[in-house]
Nanobody, 124 residues
């Protein structure tokens, strides 16, 4: 069965950095999109950053471009999200997710495997 286990969340002051990790196992696809999504209280879940495991292509939400970097360690089956210059709008639960097929990599509804999430809180 698919397991996605996130870690690395926490509380940080505005301007600070965090690195999230997602360890994956049991993914039944050879190539797939794997990414980070977030949901703030009272808001819809949104795509943050995605990587396509075949080509290494990356996709970012406009709100995080230049501040967040997604990467993957294939040997460790681990996805990372380096988050710099954090601000209060980045406060959310961050989820790792996987899908084999999508025309829009940041589209939430296309993802069928999800982790439990890790909380990121940025204080100003």
């Amino acid at each position: 069965q698919v397991q996605l286990v996130e870690s690395g969340g926490g509380s940080v002051q505005a301007g600070g950095s965090l690195r999230l990790s997602c360890v994956a196992s049991g993914i039944p696809y050879s190539w797939y999109y794997m990414g980070w999504f977030r949901q703030a209280p009272g808001k819809e879940r949104e795509g943050v950053a995605v990587i396509y495991t075949s080509s290494g292509s990356t996709y970012y939400a406009d709100s995080v471009k230049g501040r967040f970097t997604i990467s993957r360690d294939n040997a460790k089956n681990t996805l990372y999200l380096q988050m710099n210059s954090l601000n209060s709008e980045d406060t959310a639960m961050y989820y790792c997710a996987v899908t084999a097929f999508t025309a829009y990599p940041l589209r939430v509804r296309d993802y069928n495997y999800w982790g439990q999430g890790t909380q990121v809180t940025v204080s100003s």
